[in-house]
T-cell receptor, first 112, second 114 residues
Framework: RKEVEQDPGPFNVPEGATVAFNCTYS??????FFWYRQDCRKEPKLLMS???SGNEDGRFTAQLNRASQYISLLIRDSKLSDSATYLC?????????????FGAGTRLFVKA | GAGVSQSPRYKVAKRGQDVALRCDPI?????LFWYQQALGQGPEFLTY????????KSGLPSDRFFAERPEGSVSTLKIQRTQQEDSAVYLC????????????FGEGSRLTVL
């Protein structure tokens, strides 16, 4: 089983729609969590951190459920420019330090 | 520039050739990571440095892969005797702090092994 799993999609939604992505992680010792965005043929960029209390940044809301070991990202009022791959990221402590583990990503297409 | 710089951006190698990929992190960033990203997949962890110390190399797929960061700044990922399955984008990322998921990525080096 992969350490971080995401629905690969693609999600095809119209502009203005609300879309949600989930991500599950297997190691209960995972320490912190993030969502990254990656445009086609570009490098990943940090979108937002994920906290147990949930956090919101404009149209984006991230939630963490430690008991069920999943993370979610909600995008409201989707824009064409939201089309990208969304990567779930988990930080895991290791004997040597820590490891940053990426999911395979969920592809989102927002259409006019 | 202010960002993470990687070179070469594109590399075509014949099977069996050795390649070296360079990463110049953001100045002052303590942590440096190498990832391998195949088409349609997320970045796969290869190795991690804290300053010049390589703290985790558990993701390196074979002993043909070697990374170094001798002075705690620029890093080089070397792949010996390249194979077709090594074809991927190699991403370097740096971070100003330890134990953080706030990574700043370079644009990557796209390696194609023929």
């Amino acid at each position: 089983r992969k350490e971080v799993e995401q629905d690969p999609g693609p999600f095809n939604v119209p502009e203005g729609a609300t879309v949600a992505f989930n991500c599950t992680y297997s190691n209960s010792a995972s320490q912190s969590f993030f969502w990254y965005r990656q445009d086609c043929r570009k490098e990943p960029k940090l979108l937002m951190s994920v906290y147990s209390s949930g956090n919101e940044d404009g149209r984006f809301t991230a939630q963490l459920n430690r008991a069920s070991q999943y993370i979610s990202l909600l995008i409201r009022d989707s824009k064409l420019s939201d089309s990208a791959t969304y990567l779930c990221v988990v930080i895991l402590g290791t004997a040597g330090g820590f490891k940053t583990i990426f999911g395979a990503g969920t592809r989102l297409f927002v259409k006019a | 520039g202010a960002g993470v710089s990687q070179s070469p951006r594109y590399k075509v190698a014949k099977r069996g050739q050795d390649v070296a990929l360079r990463c110049d992190p953001i100045s002052g960033h303590v942590s440096l990571f190498w990832y391998q990203q195949a088409l349609g997949q997320g970045p796969e962890f290869l190795t991690y440095f804290q300053n010049e110390a390589q703290l985790d190399k558990s993701g390196l797929p074979s002993d043909r892969f070697f990374a170094e960061r001798p002075e705690g700044s620029v890093s080089t990922l070397k792949i010996q005797r390249t194979q077709q399955e090594d074809s991927a984008v190699y991403l370097c990322a740096s971070s100003p702090r330890d134990r953080t998921g706030e990574l700043f990525f370079g644009e990557g080096s796209r390696l194609t092994v023929l």
